[in-house]
């Protein structure tokens, strides 16, 4: 049957039916569904994430100054984003405000996580979606020096160099344990490099694993404990001492500022030397491949983050723009207000929660999280082994949340095409940029590719914002301000009875949100509305589909039981690290069974 | 596998705190870090789900051991113990949680970047309760919780690292945030649960 969805999108679910169940680590389990034509081509989406997520119920009656340290546990890859996001929605409530310092290293640590999540998205889960592992064996190692010698100044580039990487991986291949290659759809003709680009891209792959462990640095610098930083309600964890000894514990000092920095110029080298030009070397091989679009050209949502100055969280204090545009009206940017309850609402009646009334749309504040898992009756399977899912009825454990009523997307590529929009030069001109060297027009950026492209952008644009916050701080601190934390209001005697708040970041993969509501000195409600929520989301009750539903349709699959093309967009929204696919036949049998990178 | 003859080992324990009985690795070592203390050489970890943060702490280390509830379709709380080789197959024998795949890519990516530890041993616990959302170890994970300690001991005594019983009262700074401790994790869990 054929439909049209209010967000324009035309579905048609009469052909053969495919499930793509990848298991994120973000949402936790996500699956797909699809239908495609007989050429293949995909014409109806399902998108559902299978595990539930009840954050509200661990932290009701908690401590507010310690929601942070739970909050930090919903997920390994975005761990300090969503601790950021808590202590700025505790301080939003009770009115707590941070010294500078204090917000310098908050942005430095975001912008290092961002660095870092962009850059090992690139290369160890999405490169392999575009790169052809085994293909880089054929490679002759000199056309390959002359490759990325032609691309970047980047030493490492002799034919030496590639010969032992290629031999490495050959060793490796003949071993039999491929290990994180293990798996892959090698040889599928939706891979278009040659050998010697395959390479490339394999050698940076490894460089890129080597040169991530320098980055994180910066996190345990700032954060002591590594791989879980410390966060604090009123400021950072981390006192300063310029001339104070090196010690576990110790404050900040003069070396470790100095190695911070040593870090930061080495990681903007690395970026703009080894992955920018990687990305562009990649996708003039895909320019012909502009799937994967979806919402991209049309909504866009973001909530902005990097406030320059400390405790002001408005517009133009956030160098990264807040603010959304539907309906493909770059003309105009919306002011997006999360307090606003017409604004941020979620919806429930495609998803496995119960409402008093599923028609509406419920604020963050007056969320309600209350399991409901039923199948709809046009689902095969049972509950425990689930074949097909009704997209008519129930069926996804993730939220669909609405702004304004609008199916949104958020991410990279949502902040740039905002900043852009805005006409903010350091996010209009590199995508010109980019645009001009592969001799794509504008509308080219919204695609799978154009999500990808945005996000390595914006990892150069993350690696020398460090830059400027380290010089921001190295002022500061010679000026003689060291205070890191504010503690006037961290009894709870200091705090009104009731108070609401509400916190919010751009986490590397999207807009983050988080509310909170405390009584009497303890959480008594709590709801995060991740970026996953936006993007991963279930139809709503007007029938909008979400980012990833939208973004796979009208894709040609070159194979159908090697999805590629599916898993290649769904990645390029970075959901999470690494994903495990089941691909099940249209009668339920497991066709084939999958790592996927 | 390579040798890199810096002589550190390290003791991970990974799994989420936050699903019941997922958090028996994160558990395990942070009451090995309060009850004993190590050489220098020896280095604790809560690595919760972490994936990728955790590579550049496994590629330096020369002994690794984890401590991790695995999925065996063995009786609840049955400890068992798999070394070296065994480890990265044992850790995806179900893939019944995400941190688990994570790690398992950690462990194949130190071997490709051919820093690999010299020894590995996986201490696992059956698990009986990993839906929980909320909730804590349930008691028969719990009360192995001293048997797996002993085990992680005696191999790193035979591994050159012996250990002291902590002086009761000298308590250490606690691996993790003190807030997600396993005492004050417990007690804030409301009456009934999820």
């Given at each position: 049957m054929t439909t049209t969805t209010p967000n324009g999108f035309v579905l048609d679910n009469s052909g053969?039916?495919?499930?793509?169940?990848?298991?994120?680590?973000?949402?936790?389990?996500?699956?797909?569904?699809?239908?495609?034509?007989?050429?293949?081509?995909?014409?109806?989406?399902?998108?559902?994430?299978?595990?539930?997520?009840?954050?509200?119920?661990?932290?009701?009656?908690?401590?507010?100054?310690?929601?942070?340290?739970?909050?930090?546990?919903?997920?390994?890859?975005?761990?300090?984003?969503?601790?950021?996001?808590?202590?700025?929605?505790?301080?939003?409530?009770?009115?707590?405000?941070?010294?500078?310092?204090?917000?310098?290293?908050?942005?430095?640590?975001?912008?290092?996580?961002?660095?870092?999540?962009?850059?090992?998205?690139?290369?160890?889960?999405?490169?392999?979606?575009?790169?052809d592992v085994l293909g880089a064996l054929k490679a002759d190692p000199k056309a390959t020096s002359a490759l990325a010698q032609s691309i970047s100044p980047w030493p490492n580039a002799s034919p030496g160099y590639?010969?032992?990487?290629?031999?490495?991986?050959?060793?490796?291949?003949?071993?039999?344990?491929?290990?994180?290659?293990?798996?892959?759809?090698?040889?599928?003709?939706?891979?278009?490099?040659?050998?010697?680009?395959?390479?490339?891209?394999?050698?940076?792959?490894?460089?890129?694993?080597?040169?991530?462990?320098?980055?994180?640095?910066?996190?345990?610098?700032?954060?002591?404990?590594?791989?879980?930083?410390?966060?604090?309600?009123?400021?950072?964890?981390?006192?300063?001492?310029?001339?104070?000894?090196?010690?576990?514990?110790?404050?900040?000092?003069?070396?470790?500022?100095?190695?911070?920095?040593?870090?930061?110029?080495?990681?903007?080298?690395?970026?703009d030397q080894v992955y920018l030009p990687d990305l562009l070397a990649i996708g003039s091989f895909y320019k012909d491949w502009l799937y994967g679009g979806g919402l991209s050209g049309h909504n866009v949502l973001a909530y902005g983050d990097f406030p320059d100055r400390a405790n002001d969280y408005g517009p133009d204090n956030l160098l990264i723009p807040r603010g959304a545009i539907v309906n493909g009206n770059l003309k105009e940017v919306l002011d997006v207000d999360l307090r606003d309850p017409a604004q941020v609402q979620e919806f429930v009646d495609h998803s496995w929660y119960r409402y008093p009334n599923e028609n509406e749309g419920l604020h963050p504040w007056e969320g309600i999280t209350d399991p409901n898992f039923k199948l709809g009756p046009n689902s095969k399977g049972t509950k425990t082994d689930i074949q097909q899912l009704d997209e008519g009825a129930k069926y996804s454990w993730i939220k669909a949340p609405r702004w304004r009523g609008h199916a949104m997307e958020v991410g990279p590529l949502s902040r740039f095409t905002i900043g852009y929009?805005?006409?903010?030069?350091?996010?209009?001109?590199?995508?010109?940029?980019?645009?001009?060297?592969?001799?794509?027009?504008?509308?080219?950026?919204?695609?799978?590719?154009?999500?990808?492209?945005?996000?390595?952008?914006?990892?150069?644009?993350?690696?020398?914002?460090?830059?400027?916050?380290?010089?921001?701080?190295?002022?500061?601190?010679?000026?003689?301000?060291?205070?890191?934390?504010?503690?006037?209001?961290?009894?709870p005697s200091s705090w009104p009875k009731e108070a609401k708040g509400v916190g919010f970041a751009e986490a590397p993969r999207g807009a983050l949100g988080h509310w909170v509501h405390i009584r009497d000195a303890r959480i008594e409600a709590y709801q995060a509305v991740v970026p996953t929520t936006w993007n991963g989301s279930p139809r709503d009750p007007a029938g909008n589909i979400g980012a990833f539903e939208a973004s796979l349709l009208n894709t040609p699959m070159a194979d159908p039981e090697q999805p590629v093309e599916i898993l290649r967009t769904l990645h390029s929204f970075d959901p999470c690290l690494a994903c495990s696919t089941h691909i099940m036949g249209p009668g339920g049998e497991e066709l084939t069974k999958v790592q996927v990178r | 596998m390579h040798h890199s003859g810096k002589g550190a080992a390290l003791v991970l324990g990974i799994g989420n705190i936050l699903w019941a009985d997922e958090g028996f690795g994160v558990r395990a070592v942070e009451a090995l870090h309060q009850a004993y203390e190590f050489p220098a050489e020896v280095k604790l970890m809560d690595g919760g789900t972490q994936g990728l943060y955790l590579l550049p702490l496994v590629q330096d280390a020369d002994i690794l051991v984890i401590f991790d509830a695995i999925d065996y379709g063995l009786p609840a709380?049955?400890?068992?113990?798999?070394?070296?080789?065994?480890?990265?197959?044992?850790?995806?024998?179900?893939?019944?949680?995400?941190?688990?795949?994570?790690?398992?890519?950690?462990?194949?990516?130190?071997?490709?970047?051919?820093?690999?530890?010299?020894?590995?041993?996986?201490?696992?616990?059956?698990?009986?309760?990993?839906?929980?959302?909320?909730g804590s170890l349930t008691e028969p994970v719990r009360s192995q919780m001293e048997p797996s300690l002993a085990v992680a001991i005696r191999f790193l005594m035979e591994q050159g690292f012996p250990s002291r019983r902590r002086i009761s009262g000298c308590v250490p700074e606690s691996l993790c945030p003190p807030s997600v401790n396993l005492a004050h994790y417990e007690a804030g869990i409301l009456v009934g649960g999820r």
């Amino acid at each position: 049957m054929t439909t049209t969805t209010p967000n324009g999108f035309v579905l048609d679910n009469s052909g053969r039916r495919m499930v793509v169940d990848p298991v994120t680590r973000i949402e936790g389990h996500m699956r797909c569904e699809v239908n495609i034509d007989d050429q293949k081509i995909i014409r109806n989406a399902v998108s559902s994430g299978t595990m539930w997520r009840g954050l509200e119920v661990i932290l009701k009656g908690r401590d507010p100054r310690d929601a942070w340290a739970f909050c930090e546990r919903i997920c390994g890859v975005c761990t300090g984003t969503h601790a950021l996001t808590s202590v700025r929605a505790v301080e939003d409530a009770l009115g707590i405000t941070i010294p500078e310092n204090a917000n310098i290293i908050r942005n430095m640590m975001q912008a290092t996580l961002w660095a870092h999540d962009h850059l090992v998205h690139f290369y160890h889960l999405h490169a392999l979606d575009w790169v052809d592992v085994l293909g880089a064996l054929k490679a002759d190692p000199k056309a390959t020096s002359a490759l990325a010698q032609s691309i970047s100044p980047w030493p490492n580039a002799s034919p030496g160099y590639f010969r032992d990487v290629q031999n490495r991986l050959k060793k490796f291949v003949a071993s039999g344990q491929l290990g994180p290659f293990m798996n892959g759809y090698w040889g599928n003709p939706a891979y278009k490099l040659p050998p010697e680009a395959n390479l490339m891209a394999v050698t940076h792959y490894l460089e890129a694993l080597d040169f991530q462990r320098e980055i994180v640095k910066i996190h345990t610098v700032f954060g002591g404990k590594n791989p879980h930083p410390n966060w604090l309600v009123g400021g950072v964890a981390s006192a300063i001492n310029l001339d104070g000894p090196m010690a576990a514990g110790a404050p900040v000092n003069m070396v470790q500022l100095n190695l911070v920095s040593s870090i930061i110029d080495r990681t903007i080298e690395f970026i703009d030397q080894v992955y920018l030009p990687d990305l562009l070397a990649i996708g003039s091989f895909y320019k012909d491949w502009l799937y994967g679009g979806g919402l991209s050209g049309h909504n866009v949502l973001a909530y902005g983050d990097f406030p320059d100055r400390a405790n002001d969280y408005g517009p133009d204090n956030l160098l990264i723009p807040r603010g959304a545009i539907v309906n493909g009206n770059l003309k105009e940017v919306l002011d997006v207000d999360l307090r606003d309850p017409a604004q941020v609402q979620e919806f429930v009646d495609h998803s496995w929660y119960r409402y008093p009334n599923e028609n509406e749309g419920l604020h963050p504040w007056e969320g309600i999280t209350d399991p409901n898992f039923k199948l709809g009756p046009n689902s095969k399977g049972t509950k425990t082994d689930i074949q097909q899912l009704d997209e008519g009825a129930k069926y996804s454990w993730i939220k669909a949340p609405r702004w304004r009523g609008h199916a949104m997307e958020v991410g990279p590529l949502s902040r740039f095409t905002i900043g852009y929009a805005r006409g903010i030069a350091e996010f209009k001109d590199p995508v010109d940029k980019v645009l001009t060297d592969l001799g794509l027009p504008f509308e080219a950026l919204f695609s799978t590719l154009g999500r990808t492209a945005a996000r390595g952008l914006e990892a150069s644009w993350a690696a020398h914002k460090l830059r400027y916050f380290h010089d921001k701080l190295m002022a500061n601190l010679k000026s003689g301000d060291l205070s890191t934390a504010n503690i006037q209001k961290w009894e709870p005697s200091s705090w009104p009875k009731e108070a609401k708040g509400v916190g919010f970041a751009e986490a590397p993969r999207g807009a983050l949100g988080h509310w909170v509501h405390i009584r009497d000195a303890r959480i008594e409600a709590y709801q995060a509305v991740v970026p996953t929520t936006w993007n991963g989301s279930p139809r709503d009750p007007a029938g909008n589909i979400g980012a990833f539903e939208a973004s796979l349709l009208n894709t040609p699959m070159a194979d159908p039981e090697q999805p590629v093309e599916i898993l290649r967009t769904l990645h390029s929204f970075d959901p999470c690290l690494a994903c495990s696919t089941h691909i099940m036949g249209p009668g339920g049998e497991e066709l084939t069974k999958v790592q996927v990178r | 596998m390579h040798h890199s003859g810096k002589g550190a080992a390290l003791v991970l324990g990974i799994g989420n705190i936050l699903w019941a009985d997922e958090g028996f690795g994160v558990r395990a070592v942070e009451a090995l870090h309060q009850a004993y203390e190590f050489p220098a050489e020896v280095k604790l970890m809560d690595g919760g789900t972490q994936g990728l943060y955790l590579l550049p702490l496994v590629q330096d280390a020369d002994i690794l051991v984890i401590f991790d509830a695995i999925d065996y379709g063995l009786p609840a709380g049955t400890l068992k113990v798999v070394d070296d080789h065994d480890v990265p197959s044992y850790l995806g024998v179900k893939k019944m949680s995400l941190h688990q795949t994570g790690f398992q890519e950690v462990l194949a990516l130190s071997a490709i970047t051919g820093r690999y530890p010299a020894k590995v041993r996986l201490i696992g616990v059956q698990p009986l309760d990993l839906d929980t959302y909320g909730g804590s170890l349930t008691e028969p994970v719990r009360s192995q919780m001293e048997p797996s300690l002993a085990v992680a001991i005696r191999f790193l005594m035979e591994q050159g690292f012996p250990s002291r019983r902590r002086i009761s009262g000298c308590v250490p700074e606690s691996l993790c945030p003190p807030s997600v401790n396993l005492a004050h994790y417990e007690a804030g869990i409301l009456v009934g649960g999820r």
